[in-house]
């Protein structure tokens, strides 16, 4: 989805299942944009998640938190579900990325923007 999108994730095994990664990876990998999403977990559980990953060395150093451009999605809903839900997260991850080409998509719920800082998360 986030190649469709127009991204790269070149953390990722294309076509593999997910698989944990070191968190020095990220850190080397310094992405301009980080989308916390995870299967089965609603908005606000991803954005509890987000909390976790503020508490990760140099977090708040990284380009996306830099910029802005750290987010939580209903992973449950969107992204882990088969079917139509598909194109919209899709549309959602292409609006993250390129905001300035992408309309934010129609569906509130779906996405919520956070602040990584030294002190933790801060609701954008």
Known sequence: MVEIAGGRDDL?????PSR???WRKVLEFAPEVVVVT?????????????EILATFEGAHDLPAAKMERV???????????PGPRI???????????????????LLADAV??????PAGVVQA
């Open 38 to 50: 995870c299967c089965g977990f609603n908005l606000s559980r991803c954005e509890r998640e987000g």
């Open 87 to 105: 194109v919209d997260s899709v549309e959602v991850l292409a609006c993250l990325i390129y905001p300035d080409l992408f309309s934010p998509p």
């Open 12 to 16: 990722a095994l294309l076509h593999r």
């Open 20 to 22: 944990r990664i070191e």
């Open 112 to 117: 919520a923007a956070f602040k990584l800082t």
């Open 71 to 81: 987010y939580a999605t209903d992973g449950s809903a969107y992204f882990s579900r």
